[in-house]
C-alpha cells in the first residue's frame, strides 16, 4: 500500500493540470489513469484555448511546443444568410483564443510532469474509491491500494468518481440536445485562418483546425445518425454547401479520423462530497458549441488546488468548503453561454417558420450590435481564472 496527499483519477488535462499546480505548491499527489499512455496522448478532444488556460499553462512552463505550434485567433466568424462576419475579440475585449489540440495538451503535461519526477500510473485497472466520507479515503486498484487524504474525481463522465457517492446526495440537471455533430480530422490546411461557425437551411457547420497542415471541421447531424452513412465525398459536399460565400471554396482533402459526438448539458451539483472532489467532465459536459469544455476543467482544478494549499499549509477549510459554489458559478455561466451558441447557429427540427425568423433576427442582431458582439466575444476568450 502507498500513500500520498492527494489521489487523482484520471490523467486527462483536469487531472494532469492539477497534479502540477499541487507539484509547483510542494504537495504529493498520485496520478491513476486506466488507458495506457499511447491512448491518453492520442484521443482527439477539444482544441480552443481560452488566454486565462493559455496564461495558466504558462505559469507551469509546459507551453513551448504550443507557442511553437499552436494558433492564435484574434476572433470568429458567424456565417448566415451566405455572409461571414467576424467578431474581432482583439478590438472587443483585448484577448484572444489559441488553436492547439488537447490531445497535444495532455502530451506536453505528461512529459513535463515525468520529467519532474511525477507519479503517473497507467493501464490501473479496477480503480475503486473508499471511505469518502471519512478522513482517511484511499483508491483501490488491481494490484494495489493508495491512501491518500483526499480523492480528485477528474475521470470523465464515464469515470468511477461521481457514482462512487451515495446515491440521492447529488443533484443531476441534463438535457439531450435534437442533434449531434460529425467531426473529421483532414490532412488539408484549414480553408479559413480564423474559425467559421455556419448556420444554413440545412444544419450547422464549424470549420476549424489544430495545425496549419491539419483541419478540424464538424458537420450538425441527427442524434441517431450512422457513421457509415457518411464516406469522404458526402462530408466535404455537405460543408461545401453549409459553408459556401461567393468567391470562396472549401479545400477537402483526405480523412484522417472521424466520429459523432451527442450534444448535451449535464451538471451534477454539488461537486464534492466529503473527501471526494469532481472537476472536469466527472462533473459536468457542455455542449461544444462554446468551446468550454477543457476550459472548463482546468479552471475548476485551479480553484481545487489553491483550495488544498491553504489546507495543507494551515489548515484552512474555507476553500475547500467553497469549492463546488465557486466553479459552479463559472460552469452555470458556461452552459447558458454554450446554449446560446448552439441555439444560435443550429437549425431545431422541431422549429417550426416563426422560430427560424427569430433565429435569424438574433443572428443579425448579434453582428449589428457593438453590444452583443462584446457579450459573445467576453464570454468566448473567457473569464478570468480565480
Given at each position: 500500500m502507498s500513500r500520498t496527499t492527494v489521489g487523482i483519477v484520471g490523467a486527462g488535462p483536469a487531472g494532469l493540470v492539477l497534479s502540477h499546480l499541487l507539484a509547483k505548491a510542494g504537495i504529493e499527489s498520485v496520478v491513476l489513469e486506466l488507458r495506457d499512455r499511447a491512448?491518453?496522448?492520442?484521443?482527439?478532444?477539444?482544441?480552443?484555448?481560452?488566454?486565462c488556460t493559455v496564461e495558466?499553462?504558462?505559469?507551469?512552463?509546459?507551453?513551448?511546443?504550443?507557442?511553437?505550434?499552436?494558433?492564435?485567433?484574434?476572433?470568429?466568424?458567424?456565417?448566415?444568410d451566405g455572409r461571414r462576419h467576424r467578431i474581432d475579440f482583439a478590438a472587443l475585449t483585448g484577448r484572444s483564443i489559441t488553436v492547439y489540440g488537447q490531445q497535444e495538451v495532455v502530451k506536453d503535461l505528461i512529459a513535463a510532469r515525468l520529467a519532474d519526477g511525477g507519479d503517473i500510473r497507467f493501464e490501473v485497472e479496477d480503480v475503486q474509491l473508499h471511505g469518502i466520507d471519512g478522513e482517511e479515503p484511499s483508491i483501490s486498484y488491481r494490484g494495489?491500494?493508495?491512501?491518500?487524504?483526499?480523492?480528485?474525481?477528474?475521470?470523465?463522465?464515464?469515470?468511477?468518481s461521481r457514482p462512487s457517492i451515495p446515491a440521492g446526495t447529488l443533484s443531476v440537471y441534463e438535457h439531450d440536445h435534437?442533434?449531434?455533430w460529425l467531426g473529421i480530422l483532414a490532412a488539408v490546411a484549414p480553408s479559413s485562418p480564423e474559425l467559421v461557425y455556419a448556420s444554413s437551411d440545412r444544419g450547422?457547420?464549424?470549420?476549424?483546425?489544430?495545425?496549419?497542415?491539419?483541419?478540424?471541421c464538424y458537420l450538425q447531424v441527427g442524434p441517431d445518425e450512422?457513421?457509415?452513412?457518411?464516406?469522404?465525398?458526402?462530408?466535404?459536399?455537405?460543408?461545401?454547401?453549409?459553408?459556401?460565400?461567393?468567391?470562396?471554396?472549401?479545400?477537402?482533402g483526405p480523412i484522417l479520423e472521424r466520429g459523432i459526438t451527442a450534444m448535451r448539458s449535464f451538471v451534477c451539483e454539488p461537486m464534492r462530497h466529503g473527501r471526494l472532489f469532481l472537476a472536469g467532465d466527472a462533473a459536468h459536459i457542455v455542449p461544444p458549441t462554446g468551446a468550454k469544455g477543457m476550459n472548463l476543467a482546468i479552471a475548476d482544478v485551479k480553484v481545487l488546488a489553491d483550495a488544498l494549499a491553504r489546507w495543507v499549509r494551515g489548515g484552512d477549510e474555507a476553500g475547500l468548503d467553497a469549492y463546488s459554489d465557486r466553479c459552479l458559478e463559472r460552469v452555470w455561466r458556461a452552459q447558458e453561454f454554450a446554449t446560446f451558441m448552439?441555439?444560435?447557429l443550429h437549425l431545431d427540427p422541431a422549429a417550426d417558420e416563426y422560430s427560424r425568423r427569430l433565429q435569424r433576427a438574433r443572428q443579425r442582431y448579434v453582428v449589428?450590435?457593438?453590444a452583443m458582439a462584446t457579450a459573445l466575444a467576453e464570454n468566448y476568450v473567457g473569464l478570468p481564472l480565480g
Open positions: 491512448y491518453v496522448e492520442s484521443r482527439v478532444r477539444a482544441g480552443v484555448l481560452e488566454q495558466l499553462l504558462d505559469e507551469l512552463d509546459v507551453t513551448d511546443r504550443l507557442h511553437r505550434e499552436g494558433l492564435v485567433h484574434h476572433g470568429v466568424n458567424l456565417q448566415f494495489g491500494r493508495l491512501r491518500c487524504d483526499v480523492i480528485a474525481g477528474c475521470d470523465g463522465f464515464h469515470g468511477v435534437p442533434f449531434a450547422f457547420a464549424l470549420l476549424s483546425a489544430r495545425s496549419p497542415t491539419v483541419s478540424r450512422e457513421l457509415d452513412a457518411w464516406p469522404d465525398d458526402r462530408i466535404w459536399d455537405e460543408l461545401q454547401r453549409r459553408t459556401a460565400i461567393d468567391g470562396w471554396t472549401l479545400t477537402p448552439t441555439a444560435l449589428s450590435s457593438t
